[in-house]
């Protein structure tokens, strides 16, 4: 099972990004948890620069866009 | 360029929909029209021509540029030019800051790139060009450079750093030089789908501000008399600039909404000095920045911040009076 950080400080963008991780690993039937990481201190310790960031099993894989879900599957497998 | 645009608006209002050539009702569905589309379509191929620039120089590249350079004093000119071309979001700024202050950059060349960010963006950029021409579109991009330059630059002499939150300060402590990039090696033809993409997401955002920035400002354009409001704020009064830019730094629009209105504005007998004065305001300084930044910063740094911007602004709104 993979852990799923969404790493944004709420703006439009960031729930884009969770919904379509959301729509995506249901879609997909992946084993995945999601988690939205609001708190500005825990998300700059991941090192980005631009936000929403999708992080899987601690390695960002996806910064500063919302990802399609190509882009999901991908990061995800 | 837009003559063809011209001749459409004209077709449509006057001929399909029959409405009078020169009754308020025509004036306005007019401008409404014309504006609409050429808006759309610079919109269009600015972002598209940014997306390009952007996507051979990501922001992580730009930082990572400034942290390990040594360019004795031209990093600022880099930062605040940097900010121009990077897109601006404002839920991005505090991670941008963060990341900055971690890569080691000076603070005042950080402020210079969060300055100018805001301020010049391929929405700003379009919707400039299609309101006031080239040349005020150039003169607009270089001064708002400049004023990002020149404002990093004496917040870097003010030695703020202790008015940084402490978590912020511990960051500083262990700032430490970038390492290197994993450089993406994609063709351009690889590039240009995602870029198309962007381009659009952008225009999207947009979309609504500029229809209802351009529909406020068509009605105005038609039913507010020329030099309207010149009776309110002459072109001799000497305080017109700072009042301006006070009334537009607690107000927060992005550059689509109010670009519409303030051009508008300036067909009426506004000075474009003071209009842009008064958009540079609204787009770059407002309330929701400031708690934004609230999250970085005491409130004493976010006032000197703004202080110190806003007195640019107003030295640019009068050298704008000046110049156009």
Redesign the interface.
């Given at each position: 099972m993979k852990t799923i950080k969404i790493l944004?400080?709420?703006?439009?963008?960031?729930k884009a990004t969770e919904q379509a991780v959301k729509d995506a690993i249901a879609k997909n039937n992946i084993d995945a948890t999601v988690e939205k990481v609001e708190d500005?201190?825990q998300?700059?310790e991941y090192?980005?620069?631009?936000?929403p960031a999708v992080v899987v099993d601690e390695i960002v894989k996806i910064k500063?866009?919302?990802p399609s879900e190509a882009e999901i599957v991908e990061a995800l497998s | 360029m837009f003559d063809w645009l011209q001749d459409l608006s004209d077709w449509l209002i006057y001929s399909v929909f029959t409405i009078a050539q020169s009754s308020k009702l025509g004036d306005a569905l007019h401008f409404f029209v014309y504006d609409t589309i050429k808006i759309l379509i610079l919109l269009f191929l600015i972002t598209t021509v940014m997306g390009i620039v952007n996507s051979y120089f990501p922001v992580d590249k730009i930082r990572n540029y400034l942290s390990r350079n040594k360019l004795f004093g031209l990093e600022y000119l880099f930062a605040s030019t940097f900010g121009a071309i990077t897109p601006f979001c404002s839920c991005s700024s505090v991670p941008l800051f963060i990341g900055f202050v971690k890569g080691g950059i000076p603070l005042g060349v950080t402020f210079a790139f969060l300055i100018t960010s805001p301020l010049v963006n391929e929405v700003a950029i379009a919707l400039f060009i299609g309101m006031f021409g080239l040349k005020a579109t150039l003169i607009y991009v270089s001064s708002g450079i400049i004023l990002g330059m020149f404002g990093g630059f004496i917040l870097g002499k003010l030695k703020l750093e202790k008015y940084l939150s402490p978590w912020v300060q511990g960051v500083l402590a262990n700032a430490s030089k970038e390492d290197d990039l994993e450089e993406e090696k994609q063709t351009f033809s690889q590039r240009l789908p995602f870029i198309f993409k962007e381009a659009l997401s952008i225009i999207k955002g947009v979309f609504w501000y500029i229809i209802i920035g351009i529909g406020i400002g068509a009605m105005m354009h038609g039913f507010i008399p020329t030099g309207f409001f010149e009776n309110y704020i002459s072109k001799d009064n000497p305080f017109a600039v700072p009042i301006a830019v006070i009334l537009g730094v607690p107000m927060y629009s992005n550059a689509a909404g109010v670009l519409p209105i303030i051009q508008v504005f300036v067909q009426k007998g506004i000075p474009i000095g003071t209009a842009i004065a008064f958009m540079m305001a609204v787009v770059g300084l407002s309330i929701p920045e400031a708690t934004m930044l609230k999250k970085v910063m005491t409130w004493k740094l976010i006032a000197i911040f703004f202080g110190v911007v806003a007195f640019f602004i107003i030295l640019s709104g009068y050298m704008f009076n000046l110049i156009l």
């Open positions: 944004g400080t709420g703006c439009a963008k960031c500005i201190q998300i700059m090192n980005i620069l631009s936000t500063g866009k919302v | -």
